[in-house]
């Protein structure tokens, strides 16, 4: 009997950090999942993973990522790597036939962005972004109850949270996380959980302004930034987005209307929404106060992943019953782009340059050659290790 459209849906892992470990966590409350193979370049440490996490026993370990392209017995690939080498890990999984679930941010720059998709439609698969705050009840409850505010004004995003690995940066240690050459900094660590928002809810701004904060480089490196903020302009409102990974922020988030305001606690979880109507504004609905309405949602969650895994395995079956049609998380797709395309400008703006964003030489399918000959999935990652956070 062959697989049918309700046959799990057979995943490989590529990096074996804690956000990998919180997405397997999270897996559990997804029926259809299935952990079939991780890839390590330590076997070792890969079958150590595997045995921690595979429901079944039968889990494969990968030593190379041509390894893993090659076995048929995966349907899709989940990429936790650091950021500089998900474009060249996403596109050889993609051309070989594996649906790619990919952690935010989706790559480097938009034009890495860009050579993804593009293998991804050639191959007849899926690829979507691991941006787990927008694909959750609470940020469709935010999407739903805007109409209650009237015109939209002005909006804050904030995502400010001390990173765990900070200290040891600040006495000299090198961490990946504020590393450009691992496409790493507080933008595209924690900025980018505002700008999606954004994006998801009000499209492309006119224009944005942006300043950051840098951080020092360490071995040769130009240094990461450690926080910033963009002011992004639209008609007739506008928004303000500050992230820091070198600060604590308390402050909610907020949308303001010219009948009413939505106080969000956080914008990467959106758990609560309280919506504060003007005494003279719209009425509020039957049974609520007049003043005040708090909605909850996802209460007793220890975390919001598991939405984002749902969706993916959703669209997965689907495309299979519709002969690779696009569904679901395809949906997502223009705002990845457009988010990819404002961190680039910020970068522009502040001076912060990725190696991805230098002229090298890139084959047709988007693997970029070093002078060796080897791609920059495998040759990357003597730097950067697979620790995401």
């Known amino acids: 009997m062959g697989r049918t459209e309700m046959a799990p849906v057979r995943f490989a892992v590529i990096g074996t950090s804690r956000i990998t470990e919180r997405m397997l966590g999270e897996s559990v409350f997804c029926p259809g999942f299935e952990l079939a193979g991780v890839y390590s370049r330590s076997r070792e440490k890969g079958a150590a993973f595997a045995g921690r996490y595979s429901r079944n026993g039968t889990c494969r370990v990968y030593g190379s990522l041509q390894e893993l392209a090659d076995d048929p017995g995966i349907d899709a690939v989940y990429v936790a790597s650091p950021n500089a080498c998900h474009a060249g890990q996403a596109v050889r999984m993609l051309e070989s036939g594996k649906n790619v679930l990919c952690e935010k941010t989706l790559a480097s720059n938009s034009r890495e962005a860009e050579t993804m998709f593009r293998a991804a439609d050639a191959h007849g698969v899926l690829l979507t972004e691991g941006m787990r705050s927008i694909h959750t009840p609470g940020f469709r409850a935010v999407e739903e109850n805007l109409v209650k505010l009237g015109t939209i004004r002005k909006a804050r995003f904030s995502y400010c949270k001390y990173s765990s690995r900070y200290d040891a940066f600040r006495q000299g240690i090198p961490q990946n996380i504020f590393r450009t050459s691992c496409s790493a900094g507080a933008l595209t660590d924690l900025g980018i959980y505002c700008i999606e928002p954004m994006v998801a809810l009000w499209g492309k701004p006119a224009r944005i302004l942006s300043s950051s904060v840098m951080l020092p480089g360490m071995d040769g490196e130009d240094g990461a930034d450690g926080a910033g903020t963009i002011l992004a302009e639209y008609p007739g409102m506008t928004v303000e987005l500050d992230y820091s990974k070198i600060s604590d922020g308390y402050l909610p988030s907020e949308i303001e209307g010219e009948e009413g305001t939505m106080l969000i606690p956080a914008i990467d979880d959106v758990r609560e929404i309280t919506i504060r109507r003007r005494s003279t504004g719209t009425a509020a609905p039957a049974g609520a106060d007049k003043e005040q309405e ?45 988010a990819i395309r404002i ?25 970029t050659q070093t002078p060796a000959g080897q791609t920059a999935p495998e040759a990357e990652q003597g730097a950067c290790t697979n620790e995401k956070h």
């Not at 975390?303 to 949906?331: C, M, P, T």
């Not at 400008?345 to 047709?364: K, L, N, Y």
């Open 343 to 367: 961190a680039d400008e910020v970068r522009r703006q502040c001076g912060i340059v990725f190696p991805a964003d230098r002229d090298r030489e890139q084959d047709s399918t988007g693997h």
């Open 294 to 338: 708090t909605l909850r949602f996802q209460e007793g969650e220890a975390d919001n992943l598991r939405y984002e895994i749902a969706d993916f395995i959703s669209a997965v079956r689907a495309s299979a019953a519709r002969k690779g049609q696009k569904a679901g998380v395809d949906r997502y797709r223009p705002v990845t782009l457009e």
